[in-house]
């Protein structure tokens, strides 16, 4: 039996026994650039996130303006492709209230 590898190769990490959800795995493959949210301690009770599919949207909702207001500082655009291409990325901002 031989094996061999063909390419390029950015990381690897191989976790015996163990196994990653459905949404990392996804977005291994999909995922190259979109919105993160590290909700900090504090907030992560106070408000929901979540994320449409390709991580390009996400939606806040919550009833505390200084938890929302928090997790707004919180949000960051990543970009893992390996040339990322250049220009400008467009941010919209729409709130809702009830």
Partial sequence: MSQFF????AGLMIRSGKLENKKVIDC?????EGLDVQLPE???SA????FNPNQ???T???DDIEAFDKVMQHISYLNSRQFPTPGIRHLRISTTVK
């Fill in 47 to 50: 408000v929901k996130v979540a």
């Fill in 42 to 44: 504090e907030v992560a």
């Fill in 56 to 58: 390009s949207s996400l």
């Fill in 60 to 62: 806040v909702e919550g």
């Fill in 28 to 32: 291994l493959y999909t995922c190259k």
């Fill in 6 to 9: 063909r390419g390029n190769l």
